[in-house]
């Protein structure tokens, strides 16, 4: 572990953040920073996947990410390379063979011609028999990472408007990206995690995102037992956690969360007169229901 | 106008959220109601198009108005009929013949098998040549449909975590939408408002989620010259919005918003010292960057 370099957000990097000038509401001139967003199409060899609507930091983590938590990439399919062209904003991930999801898009869209129900179909099934690792988490981390984390320099302390999602171990924050979509900055650290061979057991997912089928879904399959929020939940998101075996935590700000799934896993080991009531500066500038 | 029923959330429908049981941050029991969240796979006639999440009310305009703000259905094509089966989670548009986006997925599907690619593909060939109506609008009405909107029951005072989108007209709030997905809120609107033949040059389009290129097409194309959020802003969103002269006002909090586009179609009519800062009640529960 301590050989990874950590990644972290880069709010400095110009390609990823523009002034804009504009107007208040008293009709001032005003400019702001605000994030760019462009389309990165996705490909498996020679398969189209998806466009996604990307700030474009880390493609090629976001790509490989995407088709592993998608449920497209399996365990045994050997990534060879992952091909990025900056112009054409395409990003290809190349395997040692042809994937079971190329085989099956090849029949499908000789149907119905849409992969969507295709790629969450295999999201799902990647789920059976699938069970969490039992692994005890203490509430003290939750509140020291959130500090950490709402205390990195961030894009969205640049711009707003943006989604991050840590992923961390005990009160290290081994990686922290951030999006305009809150599930490519999942994907991002998912295919990070692939690349560097890191173990997901010990780990535990920080995002800034609400808890959706589709965000506990890609923890799961990421392997990580344990998945924080500041934001809500969706029922079936409840559902599809406590099928699996994830602790899930929602609405963490200042003191207070909820935990609607693998509670039996928490050690409450945080002397709670300890925590402040949450900061009004880290309250969320683009602040809204997620 | 008058004749048109309203559209609002219904937050006593049984179907749209559930009470879960869990803990709290010292370990207590605690019940909190949250939101559905369901597939429903949308057809155009024989073609699947889409599968989408969804708390699942309104099918029917969730499915006529994606179709309508992907830029697949013309205002050439005929819809004949909006079937829906809740047992299968389908909604299938029919229309009177074949429609261009059919024939051009027969033809996408043999090559690439992915929809996605297309779909984008229309929604920004849509933007050509559109320039929407230059309608003044005035900064009071802003202020006064915030109110409206967050004082009106929902789902989201009930669960938190889902977006709000309403279409407005002067100080009326004409239809209120919310979903789990935020551009499901406001395809539901286009759908009610094309069924109902709903003029778009005259109204405001108030959603809570962030200004992307994605909801800037949307508005533009659904033909509603001003937008505002309480979130924030991308760079494409913003260049979109020029392109198309849409008024795009984001970070609407309190007294405070800014305008980064259209801006020459502001009245400026509000004495701000009545304008009461936000009301903290009124911040979101699922606080977050949208």
Redesign the interface.
Known sequence: MMTIEKLLPNPTDPRL??T????????QA?S?S??????L?IYLNS?????A?TIGDHPEYLALGFLLNQGMLKETDRVTKIDFDEELEVAVVRTAGVTDVEDK??K???T??????TV?GDMMAGLEGLSLPDTPVH?STFYDLSYQINHTPSL?ME??????TALCQGLQVLAYMED?GRHNAVDKIAGWMHLNDIQAADKVLYT???????MVIKTALMGIPTLIS?????????DIARQVGLTLI??M?G???????G?HR?V?D?D?SQVPDEDKKM????????
Do not use: N
Request: positive net charge; glycine residues 12%.
């Open positions: 953040s523009r804009v000038e504009g107007v208040d509401e008293t009709g005003k702001i605000v994030i760019e967003e462009r389309p199409t398969q189209e996947i998806v466009t609507m898009l090849e499908k869209t000789r119905s011609g849409c992969a969507v129900g969450f509430t969205y711009t707003g408007a943006i989604h991050g305009v800034t995102g609400r808890l959706t089928s589709e500041r934001s809500g939940f969706t029922a079936w998101g409840v929602g609405r700000r003191k207070k969360f909820t935990c609607l799934s509670q928490l409450y945080q709670l309250r969320r500038k683009g602040a809204q229901r997620d």
